[in-house]
T-cell receptor
């Protein structure tokens, strides 16, 4: 069935370093790719999203890239800070579905 | 504007009981989706309601049901609870559906004993 694979499951970086999380989707009809951040005790919150007609999008320290041919998309966080520590979920969507990846626990050490 | 609210925040039930969870979406949002979150399975889609109609459904047994009221508030019900139903249940609202930003509530943590 349709699924979204996400890697790595855990990621530890030093403050100031970059972090990259990668996702692969199976349904070529997917055309919307949001990324969510979930902090302890809270629901996921959208941090950035990209649509299939765009290859890259940036918002300050966060960027997302999309390769439709390979069905890959990635989240890039630069200059990481301790407050970036959280679980990050990618997702792939079409009109009638929104499928989440399994999550990446990011730990940023001071 | 006020965010998505879910009640109750915590719930303890025993096997065989039933439970009803409530979700109040952001004002003006007509789509409400429900997800089950567990450490092993991640975020699993339960169902989506739009203008009081179930528009999409995930792969969960019929023990899981929901409804949406005319003010867009939604409830989900789980009957004949099983131990495996222990999870964080999240609802999310959006203006029109999956292709728009989903605003999640804090979730209801259900423990089935």
């Amino acid at each position: 069935g349709e699924n979204v694979e996400q890697h790595p499951s855990t990621l530890s970086v030093q403050e100031g370093d970059s972090a990259v999380i990668k996702c692969t989707y199976s349904d070529s009809a997917s055309n919307y790719f949001p990324w969510y951040k979930q902090e302890l005790g809270k629901g996921p919150q959208l941090i950035i999203d990209i649509r299939s007609n765009v290859g890259e999008k940036k918002d300050q320290r966060i960027a997302v890239t999309l390769n439709k041919t390979a069905k890959h998309f990635s989240l890039h966080i630069t200059e990481t800070q301790p407050e970036d520590s959280a679980v990050y979920f990618c997702a792939a969507s079409k009109a009638d579905k929104l499928i989440f990846g399994t999550g990446t626990r990011l730990q940023v050490f001071p | 504007k006020a965010g998505v609210t879910q009640t109750p925040r915590y719930l303890i039930k025993t096997r065989g009981q039933q439970v009803t969870l409530s979700c109040s979406p952001i004002s003006g949002h007509r789509s409400v989706s429900w997800y089950q979150q567990t450490p092993g399975q991640g975020l699993q889609f339960l169902f989506e309601y739009f203008s009081e109609t179930q528009r999409n459904k995930g792969n969960f047994p019929g023990r899981f049901s929901g409804r949406q009221f005319s003010n867009s508030r939604s409830e989900m019900n789980v009957s004949t609870l099983e131990l495996g139903d222990s999870a964080l249940y999240l609802c999310a609202s959006s203006l029109g559906g999956f292709q728009e930003t989903q605003y999640f509530g804090p979730g209801t943590r259900l423990l089935v004993l």
